[in-house]
């Protein structure tokens, strides 16, 4: 069975990327398409530039008991980066015998709101990248 992967990337647009989620998620319990479209989504940090990285700093909290230690480890705990790359990556298994299921599915998830605008690509097998892609998919969480 070959598989065909869509590639789409939203830059920081964290709400396009869960709305993207939540779609494939209706698709997949409305359509039964458990194991046919698969997907997963990958964020990568952006490195901040020499000037605005800061250096942890080691400082133990001045009051005594559990309630300094959970407002230090508060206060320490960085808040979650807004400037992730994510990027989501849709694979799609269809059988031999369902050719035409296949062939809509890939023109129309790109077509849909939430991707139109996520510079969608489409990588079926014999593609340059589509064994980079298939890694790149495998060793995704």
């Known amino acids: ?23 494939l998620e209706g698709w997949k319990q409305a359509f ?11 964020r990568t940090a952006t490195t901040p530039s ?9 400082e133990k909290p001045k ?7 959970k407002s230090a480890a508060k206060a320490e705990a960085p808040p979650p ?5 994510i990027k989501l990556l849709v694979r799609l298994a ?22 139109r605008e996520a510079s969608p690509a489409v990588v079926k097998p014999g ?5 980079a892609t298939e890694k790149q998919f495998d060793e995704l969480a």
Request: glycine share 4%.
């Open 1 to 23: 069975m070959a598989h065909i992967y869509l590639h789409f990337d939203f830059a920081n647009d964290e709400e396009k990327a869960q709305q993207a989620r939540h779609k």
């Open 32 to 42: 039964r398409l458990d194991k046919k479209l698969l997907y997963k989504l990958e």
């Open 50 to 58: 020499d000037g605005e990285a800061n250096p942890a700093k080691e």
């Open 81 to 85: 980066a807004a400037s992730d790359d």
């Open 127 to 131: 593609d340059a990248n589509f064994e």
């Open 63 to 69: 009051g005594k008991g559990k309630t300094a230690t």
């Open 94 to 115: 269809f059988s031999g015998h369902e050719k035409l299921s296949e062939q809509r599915w890939v023109q129309r998830i790109p077509t849909e709101e939430p991707f």
